[in-house]
């Protein structure tokens, strides 16, 4: 045993990991974001298997052909899935529960991850469908924190099969 | 296409919170008393910092043993191109201190501005940071201290 004199020991100690990245999109998503201060998502169609990407990369990644023509997708899409987050983490200014949702917008096969608002937690579904709401013009920089976050529109819900692909 | 490729800065960043043991525990919370505690193992070396269990016989251990605040470098590394968060913002020396009382090594910053202010056989002692909280940078640094005779044997670098 030990003779001389312990302090009571801690039992957790709080260890700060942070790594600081400069993040370059490359050429395509560059372009994409470019045209985001607009109010506009531009995706590009692959010109062999005919799916858009939104932000595009060089090359589809499926087929591997270069990206061609520019597709606008609309303002309005589809949940086809989502999250209820009920603890606050990163210090987001926003009330919880929150909703987080993969958006299909309507021209486009891929989805985005963003906050769905304007609707009890409760009463989110698959299938939904939203509008994007976005940030005052002033507010707006090439990244996808412009969008504030999508809402729903008064539409019936889609069909799970115009979105189970992207489930 | 002759516009720039875009650039933002992305930083990725955790709190963990770690169960400390009660080993661990114990020295932290010695560090936050400015005391450097070490636990003795069934070879009878002191280890510092401690070990839950023994290296040799991985029994449990429980016999501690304050040490100095005190020791020599036992080997040391330069740092010429020092990180964020790191001790300090301009070239300092990695050192491996052994501390009067303790016969395992810690490593931790040692406060000199030039490779040649440091030798293996230096001895060193703590700079305790002016507000310890339990956490292992308590110990702010090594800064040098005075060589004795009897300590210094033959620096070597």
């Keep these: 045993m030990t003779d001389i004199e312990l302090p009571e020991p801690l039992t957790e100690v709080i260890t700060p990991v942070r790594l600081e990245y400069r993040y370059t999109p490359g050429e395509s998503p560059s372009q994409f974001l470019r045209h985001i201060p607009e109010g506009k998502l531009l995706g590009r169609r692959c010109p062999e298997c005919g799916k858009v990407y939104a932000p595009p990369r060089g090359a589809c990644s499926m087929c591997g052909a270069l990206f061609g023509e520019e597709v606008e997708l609309a303002d309005t899409g589809t949940v086809t899935t989502f999250c209820v987050v009920n603890i606050n983490f990163a210090n987001r200014a926003v009330d919880l529960p929150y909703v987080c949702a993969e958006i299909l917008f309507d021209g486009s096969d891929t989805t985005a991850q963003l906050l769905l608002q304007g609707i009890d937690p409760e009463a989110v579904r698959m299938g939904m469908r939203v509008r994007t709401v976005w940030k005052p013009t002033e507010e707006r920089t090439p990244s996808m924190a412009s969008i504030s976050h999508v809402e729903p529109v008064d539409e019936p819900d889609a069909p799970f099969d115009a979105y189970a692909e992207f489930v | ?157």
């Design chain 2, 1 to 157: 296409m002759t516009e720039e490729v875009l650039e933002a800065p992305h930083v990725l960043s955790y709190d963990y919170t770690r169960s400390t043991g009660p080993v661990i525990g114990t020295f932290l919370a010695g560090l936050r008393d400015r005391r450097v505690l070490g636990i003795r193992g069934s070879d009878g070396r002191v280890l510092v910092p401690p070990q839950e269990y023994d290296p040799v016989t991985s029994q449990s251990l429980d016999q501690w043993v304050e040490v100095a605040a005190e020791g020599v470098v036992a080997s040391w590394a330069w740092n010429p191109t020092p990180r964020p968060g790191q001790a300090f913002d301009r070239p300092f020396a990695w050192a491996l201190v052994r501390l009067d009382g303790a016969d395992t090594t810690m490593l931790h910053a040692l406060d000199v501005s030039a490779p040649d202010q440091v030798a293996t056989g230096q001895r060193v002692r703590i700079r305790w940071s002016d507000e310890p909280q339990g956490r292992i940078t308590d110990i702010a640094c090594f800064e040098l201290a005075r060589n004795t005779d009897e300590n210094a044997g033959e620096p070597t670098t």
